[in-house]
C-alpha cells in the first residue's frame, strides 16, 4: 500500500485500484487546481496553490501583474490598488485569474460560475478583496467575498516561550499542504522578527497577514511608555515593503469603548486591541491609529496592501458577547471601512470571538448593515466555553453558521487555543476542521462546484470504491488508516462492506437490491 501526501498530491494504489491526485493549469494564466482521477474515469478538480513543498521554502516567482507599478528605491509602488482599478472598471489579470479559480476550472466566459466581470463589479462595490502586495511576487490571486468560496486563514507565529525559525516554517508548510487560503505571522517576543517574516513570505503562496503592534512593540523594547505612533508607522511601512498582503489593524478600539471593557468579566481579550488600549490609558489619549487613520491608508495605498479592520473589542467568553463594547467598534469600523473605499484601499471586517449560536446570524447583518457589506472574516465564533482542548469544535460549529449567513472567511482555530501556542499537528487539526466548516458553508450556498465533490463521494460509497473515497477525502491518509485498522488482516480493498456493519448487515448492498428491483 501506498499513499503519499505532498500539497496536494495523492497517488493511491493497490493490485486493483490506482486512484490520482494530479497538478493541473488551466488557461495562459496557469491557475493551478489538482485533479482527483477516480477509478471509474470521473475526474473531480479542487482549488490548490501552484508552490512546489518538494522545494520548500522556496516558491517561484510570477510574472508582474500590476498594469502600473514602478520603483521607488529598492521597492515596487502601485500608482493604482485592485480597487481603483475595479472602480475605474479596469480588469486585471489577477481578477481574471481568481473568476477561473472561483469557477472551478472553466475558463470559457460563457461558462463560467464566476467571470472577470463579475469579480471586478464586487471589487468595486467594496464587497469582495484580492490582497495582493506589489511585493509579494510569490503570492497568487485569491478573493475574499461572501459571493465566493468561503475561505480558511491559518495563524502561525513564535513566542517568546514556544517555537523557533525552522518550526514557523514547518508550520507553514503544514498549512499549505492542509490548504489554508492565506496565513498569518503572529510572532510576538523573539529576535529577528523581520527575517522570519521574510522567510514566510518567501516561501509563502498565498496571501501573509501581520498585525503590525506586536513587532511595534517589540521595537520598544516591551515598553509601552514607548511605543509612539512614528516607531508604528515605521513598522507598517517596514512591513509593506517586505510584502505583506494585508494588515490588521485595531483602529476601531476607541477610548469612549474602554468602560464598556471593563464591565465584562473577560475584558479585552485581543492581543493587538489590549496594545493599543494599554497605550490609551498610559498617554491619556485616543488610539493612535485612529488619530492617523489617514497616513495608513497612504501606505496601504502605496503597496496594496489589504486592510483587516480588527476587533480589539471581540467578545472572549459568551457573557461578553453583542454588548456597547463590541457593537460600538463595529460602528466605528464601519466609518473606517468607508475611509478605506474612498481612499483607494482594499479593506475587510474582523469579526468575534466569543457568541452563542443564537446571536450568530445578527452580528452577520449588523456588520452588513455598519460596513456595507464589506467582507466579514471571523474567528470562530466559538459558540461555548466550557471545551479547552476540543475549541477547534467549539468555534467551527459557529463558523460553519456564520459563514452560511455571509462570512467571507474563517479565521481557524485549533485544539490549542486557550492553551498553548499550536504545534503543527495543531495546525493540521485546525485546518481541517474549518475546512469542513468552510466547506459545508459553501454547500449551503450552493455555490458552483461545491456539491461535485460530495456527489462523486456518495456514488464511490455506493459502489464500495474505497480508494476513490480516501482520495476525495480531506485527509486521505486517515480515511485510510481508520478503515484499514478495523477490516479483516486479508481483506481485499474492493470489499463490499465496513467493519461497521460487516459483510451480513451491510445497508448498502440492501440499496443495491432495492435498485434492481424497482430501477
Not at 50 to 71: I, V
Not at 270 to 280: D, L, V, Y
Not at 312 to 340: F, H, M, V
Not at 462 to 491: G, I, T
Amino acid at each position: 500500500m501506498l499513499m503519499n501526501l505532498l500539497y496536494g498530491v495523492v497517488s493511491m494504489s493497490s493490485s486493483k485500484f490506482t486512484t490520482n491526485i494530479n497538478r493541473i493549469t488551466v488557461s495562459k494564466l496557469q491557475v493551478p487546481f489538482n485533479e482527483i482521477t477516480l477509478s471509474n474515469g470521473e475526474k473531480i478538480l479542487t482549488s490548490c496553490v501552484s508552490g512546489d513543498l518538494n522545494n520548500f521554502p522556496n516558491q517561484p516567482r510570477h510574472e508582474e501583474r500590476y498594469k502600473d507599478a514602478y520603483t521607488d528605491g529598492d521597492v515596487k509602488k502601485v500608482r493604482k490598488t485592485q480597487l481603483d482599478y475595479a472602480k475605474e472598471g479596469i480588469l486585471t489579470e489577477q481578477m481574471e485569474y481568481v473568476a477561473i479559480r472561483e469557477s472551478m476550472g472553466v475558463d470559457d466566459v460563457n461558462k463560467m460560475a464566476f467571470t472577470p466581470d463579475d469579480i471586478l463589479n464586487t471589487i468595486a462595490q467594496g464587497r469582495a478583496v484580492i490582497p495582493s502586495n506589489v511585493n509579494h511576487p510569490e503570492t497568487e490571486p485569491m478573493i475574499i467575498g461572501s459571493k465566493y468560496a468561503v475561505k480558511v486563514n491559518a495563524n502561525i507565529g513564535a513566542s517568546q516561550l514556544s517555537s523557533n525559525y525552522t518550526e514557523e516554517l514547518e508550520k507553514l508548510k503544514f498549512s499549505l499542504m492542509y490548504g489554508a487560503d492565506t496565513v498569518m505571522d503572529l510572532s510576538v517576543g523573539i529576535e529577528g522578527i523581520p527575517l522570519l517574516r521574510n522567510a514566510i513570505l518567501r516561501a509563502s503562496p498565498v496571501p501573509l497577514g501581520t498585525v503590525p503592534a506586536y513587532e511595534a512593540l517589540d521595537r520598544a523594547g516591551g515598553n509601552i511608555k514607548n511605543l509612539t505612533w512614528e516607531l508604528f508607522l515605521d513598522t507598517v511601512i517596514a512591513q509593506a515593503r517586505q510584502g505583506v498582503d494585508y494588515f490588521t489593524i485595531h483602529a476601531g478600539l476607541l477610548q469612549q469603548y474602554l468602560p464598556y471593557a471593563a464591565k465584562r468579566i473577560l475584558g479585552i481579550v485581543s492581543r493587538g486591541g489590549s496594545i493599543m488600549a494599554e497605550c490609551m490609558l498610559n498617554q491619556d489619549r485616543e488610539n493612535m491609529a485612529y488619530e492617523h487613520f489617514d497616513e495608513l491608508l497612504e501606505v496601504c495605498h502605496d503597496y496594496d496592501v489589504a486592510l483587516s479592520l480588527g476587533d480589539g473589542l471581540r467578545p472572549g467568553c459568551i457573557n461578553d458577547a453583542c454588548d456597547e463594547a463590541q457593537y460600538g467598534e463595529l460602528k466605528t469600523i464601519g466609518a473606517l471601512s468607508a475611509r478605506c473605499y474612498k481612499a483607494g484601499v482594499q479593506c475587510f471586517i474582523e469579526g468575534p470571538g466569543h457568541v452563542s449560536m443564537d446571536k450568530i446570524e445578527e452580528n452577520q447583518r449588523l456588520e452588513e448593515k455598519y460596513c456595507n457589506y464589506a467582507p466579514f472574516y471571523t474567528l470562530g465564533p466559538l459558540v461555548t466555553d466550557i471545551a479547552p482542548g476540543y475549541d477547534h469544535i467549539t468555534s467551527a460549529i459557529g463558523g460553519a453558521n456564520i459563514a452560511a449567513f455571509g462570512t467571507a472567511m474563517l479565521c481557524y482555530v485549533t485544539p490549542s487555543e486557550h492553551l498553548a501556542l499550536p504545534e503543527k499537528d495543531d495546525v493540521k487539526k485546525g485546518l481541517i476542521t474549518y475546512k469542513l466548516a468552510a466547506h459545508a458553508a459553501d454547500l449551503s450556498k450552493g455555490l458552483y462546484g461545491a456539491k461535485l465533490r460530495d456527489d462523486a463521494m456518495a456514488r464511490a460509497r455506493a459502489e464500495f470504491r474505497w480508494f476513490d473515497q480516501f482520495a476525495l477525502s480531506l485527509d486521505p491518509q486517515h480515511a485510510y488508516e481508520v478503515w484499514s485498522a478495523k477490516m479483516p488482516e486479508k481483506c481485499s480493498h474492493d470489499a463490499a462492506f465496513c467493519s461497521m456493519c460487516g459483510p451480513r448487515f451491510c445497508p448498502i448492498r440492501l440499496n443495491r437490491t432495492l435498485k434492481n428491483k424497482y430501477l
